[in-house]
C-alpha cells in the first residue's frame, strides 16, 4: 500500500519557522522507519504493509502533537496488498507514456 499523508500543528500565532520545524520532526520519523519514502511540497508518502504504515503515521504524528495540542492530519491511501514497488512504479508508467507521446 502507498499512503499520503500530510500532519500539521495547529500553532496559534506562533512563526511559520515552528511549523516547518515540527513537520520535519514528523519527515525525520518517516525516513527513520526504512520505508520507502518521498516528500514533497505538501505531502509524505510511505509504502509498506497497513500495521508497518499507519504505525509510522501514527509516530509522525505524535512527533507533532508534542509541540502542539491540535494538529491537523490528512491521509489518502491506495490499498494494493501484496504490491510492492509502486511509489516509484507508478511515476514510471506514466513517464513512459510521456516519453512515448501518449
Known sequence: ????FSVA??????????MSEAVAAAVKVVRDSGL????????????????????????????VRAVSPRTSL???ADIREGVTGQLRGKVEAVEKHLQEGI
Do not use: H, R
Request: hydrophobic share 50%.
Open 1 to 4: 500500500m502507498i499512503v499520503a
Open 9 to 18: 500543528p495547529t500553532i496559534v500565532g506562533e512563526p511559520s519557522a515552528e
Open 36 to 63: 520507502p519514502n518521498e516528500t514533497n511540497a505538501m505531502f509524505t508518502l510511505v509504502e509498506g504493509e497497513w500495521d508497518e504504515v499507519f504505525a509510522v503515521i501514527k509516530q509522525a504524528t505524535d512527533a
Open 74 to 76: 490528512v491521509i489518502k
